[in-house]
């Protein structure tokens, strides 16, 4: 049985469009200020590598890391106390997560997906799906494996994301002067799925995250990089500093979270500039409607009085012709009928 994520495309449309992709241009935003929301508490967490926001659990952020030397999945308050650890049945032992995704599947329950991008140096990794739990109670989760490949050989690192409106998930490779942007395929089967790459950034990449309106960020070493999404070609470059290497977006879209490695890591918030509006359309500005008055301009009334009298025009001559003919064989009389004249009878001569 395959399971479908939504937003499907086709990969081989989406090559011949990246191709034409130009480099991205960046602009400046004002540098917001950076604060430090809360640090988790607990001093087992030795490590954070991938965050994402919860969709069934708000003020909960989904995390992966390490608990006294084991890959752990966390479900992580926003006051910094660790409200749940998941095991994950089937995993090798000595595993070690370090992406993290949520996908959202419409109305039904949300998905996990977790995954070692580090394995992606010798071409291929194993990519773990999961029901997002319903109640936060430590306990041991059951998952499916599914086969990735890259296309072009082996890609050490990066960030595994998935954008909230077309639930397409995507692999950006870390790197330190051009990352690389996957797609993965929008149904994952039983054998080994194959990426798409899409593009290719003029920048190095730390880490990236979706917005919920599908802007994409990207963590350089000096820099947060706002594009308009996946296919984006300008970007809004926020200055923030070079601590935080985990990248997060809050769930309303309005801040961004910077998280540091190590033990009891700091979740460090900055806010994020706002999408540029659409340039709104000329408005057709009229007078008011007095009574018996319409909206509708002069000029499309006097089309439609000029099209309805010449149709009235069109009726009114096809019925005077047929009425004319009726009339005129009505009135025309109808000559008599010739009747045959009698012979004159001859009288015969006697003999």
Request: aromatic share 6%; charged share 20%.
């Amino acid at each position: 049985m395959r399971t479908v994520f939504r937003g499907a495309c086709v990969a081989g449309a989406a090559l011949v469009f990246a191709s034409a992709l130009p480099a991205v241009s960046a602009s400046a935003a004002p540098t917001p200020a950076v604060s430090v929301a809360f640090r988790v508490s607990n001093a087992q967490v030795t490590g954070v590598s991938a965050v994402a926001p919860a969709v069934a659990h708000p003020n909960v952020w989904w995390t992966v890391g390490e608990v006294g030397g084991k890959a752990r999945l966390l479900a992580l308050g926003r006051d910094g106390q660790v409200q749940a650890m998941f095991g994950v049945t089937g995993v090798p032992s000595g595993h070690r997560w370090d992406a993290l995704t949520v996908v959202r599947n419409g109305s039904g329950p949300a998905s996990l997906l977790l995954t070692s991008l580090a394995e992606g140096r010798r071409g291929r990794l194993s990519l773990y799906r999961l029901a997002e739990p319903m109640i936060l109670r430590t306990r041991m989760l059951v998952a499916r494996e599914y086969g990735i490949q890259y296309p072009d050989g082996g890609h050490g690192g990066g960030t595994l994301l998935a954008d909230p409106r077309q639930g397409r998930v995507y692999i950006v490779t870390r790197a330190a002067r051009a990352a690389a942007v996957f797609a993965l395929p929008s149904v994952l089967g039983p054998d080994m799925n194959e990426l798409t790459r899409l593009r290719t950034l003029g920048f190095g990449v730390r880490s990236a995250a979706f917005a919920p309106d599908g802007r994409l960020l990207l963590r350089t070493l000096t820099d947060l990089r706002v594009l308009d999404g996946a296919f984006g070609t300008s970007a809004r470059v926020v200055q923030v500093p070079g601590t935080g290497g985990v990248l997060g977006v809050e769930a309303d879209g309005s801040r961004a979270v910077l998280v540091d490695r190590g033990a009891r890591p700091a979740f460090r918030s900055v806010a994020l500039p706002r999408r540029p509006s659409a340039p709104k359309a000329a408005m057709d500005v009229q007078p008011p409607v007095r009574s018996g008055q319409s909206r509708l301009s002069g000029r499309l009334l006097g089309v439609g009085a000029l099209g309805g009298l010449v149709l009235m025009g069109l009726v009114a001559g096809t019925v005077a012709y047929f009425r004319e003919r009726n009339f005129r064989f009505e009135m025309t009389p109808t000559p008599p009928r010739s009747r045959p004249r009698p012979r004159p009878h001859r009288a015969g001569r006697r003999a």
